[in-house]
């Protein structure tokens, strides 16, 4: 069966330290792969695709970084966290084309 | 640039009555729409999809009308129950992006029995 893991479900990091999110997928083979960020009080923002291994779209300038190290592992850093980074990450994959989306269950970042 | 647009932050709707949800886009170049639901500290949960040639899909309870002239889709949902309170995000599907959905902000529905 195809799943989804995404970790930790939370988190609480102080300004200026570093982050780490991982998403792995299983169950498929080169799959589109999503970071996801909701913001306290906005909606689902696209933060990062990939459509394969060491390739990494931004949609948006910002404090994060990804990286793809393998086909089914999608990785959301930061050297260095802001307070605007708080929020709720989503992983999400989808096979290329197809109309089916899977999300993870989510990291609650909190920056204090 | 928000493409997708939900203007209803909130909505509350007795049981039994019919819950309707809005949302408009801008860019014409999307080619599938998707209502997904969704409770705090989940991932969304898939609910109805549409494509663009189509103008309305339905699926027991949920149906989807899409206005493509007037770029708004719709969700409906007959009857409404309790369990159907949680936040509906509208989503659109671009080619590029590697098919990444675009979401609006998201609807809070609250089902009042």
């Known amino acids: 069966s195809q799943t989804i893991h995404q970790w930790p479900a939370t988190l609480v990091q102080p300004v200026g330290s570093p982050l780490s999110l991982e998403c792995t997928v299983e169950?498929?083979?080169?799959?589109?792969l999503y970071w996801y960020r909701q913001a306290a009080g906005r909606g689902l923002q696209l933060l990062f695709y990939?459509?394969?291994?060491?390739?990494i779209s931004s949609e948006v300038p910002q404090n994060l970084s990804a990286s793809r190290p393998q086909d089914r592992q999608f990785i959301l850093s930061s050297k260095k966290l802001l307070l605007s980074d708080s929020g709720f990450y989503l992983c999400?994959?989808?096979?290329?084309?197809?109309?089916?989306?899977?999300f993870g269950s989510g990291t609650r970042l909190t920056v204090v | 640039d928000q493409q997708v647009k939900q203007n209803s932050p909130s909505l509350s709707v007795q049981e039994g009555r019919i819950s309707i949800l809005n949302c408009d886009y801008t860019?014409?170049?999307?080619?599938?729409f998707l209502w997904y639901k969704k409770y705090p500290a989940e991932g969304p949960t898939f609910l109805i999809s549409?494509?663009?040639?189509?103008d309305k899909n339905e699926d027991g309870r949920f149906t989807v009308f899409l206005n493509k002239s007037a770029k708004h889709l719709s969700l409906h949902i007959v009857p409404s129950q309790p369990g159907d309170s949680a936040v509906y995000f509208c989503?659109?599907?671009?080619?590029?992006?590697?098919?990444?959905?675009?979401f609006g902000k998201g609807t809070s529905l609250l089902v009042t029995p």
């Open positions: 990939s459509v394969g291994i060491g390739q």
């Open positions: 860019n014409s170049m999307f080619d599938y």
């Open positions: 999400a994959w989808n096979r290329g084309g197809a109309l089916v989306y899977t």
């Open positions: 169950g498929t083979s080169n799959p589109n």
């Open positions: 989503a659109a599907r671009g080619t590029n992006s590697g098919y990444a959905l675009n």
């Open positions: 549409i494509s663009s040639i189509k």
